[in-house]
């Protein structure tokens, strides 16, 4: 059993775990379908972040969501990537935190998201929170905390 004697760790600003915005994949809206799937391809990355000509975040656009666009009932309607904008079929509902929250609630966030976009007060994207990046920095905590 692990046990955590300072959980002090918990209350430490996600802000210097935050991957820049300039680093991350992303479309505009008025983007069609199919430029997003070709930047989903190109990253590998199964989603990324939807936003504004201001750069604020607006939602989540995934390979699966443009794939369930196109389906026919006959056969796969490629033709129609072009036509599809990303609004029409992105995420809007989405799990943000904002870049002054703590490490627990990034925590408590990533627990059921692969990564979370991180805003400002205007809602200005400024990068993501990956559950990797919290497990290494547990990693790291818990092991300091051992010795």
């Known amino acids: 059993m692990i046990s955590v004697n300072n ?3 918990l209350e430490i600003p996600i802000e210097e775990f935050v991957i820049s915005a300039e680093k991350v994949a992303h479309v505009q809206l008025g983007n069609n379908a199919e430029h997003a799937l070709l930047v989903l ?29 196109i389906l026919g009932l006959a056969h796969i309607e490629y033709e129609r990537l072009s036509s599809i904008k ?18 627990q609630r990034g925590l408590d966030l990533l627990v059921d998201n692969p990564y979370v976009c991180v805003v400002d007060d205007e809602h200005t994207f400024l990068g993501i929170l990956t559950r990797r990046v919290i497990l290494k ?5 818990l092991y300091q905390s051992q010795a």
């Open 7 to 9: 959980r002090g760790f």
């Open 41 to 69: 391809t190109k990253t590998g990355y199964s989603s990324i972040p939807v936003l504004d000509m201001r750069y604020r975040l607006k939602g989540l656009i995934s390979a699966q969501q443009i794939t369930d666009e």
């Open 86 to 103: 990303v609004e029409d079929i992105m995420k809007s509902d989405l799990a943000t935190i904002h870049i002054n929250d703590k490490f």
């Open 137 to 141: 920095q547990m990693k790291k905590y």
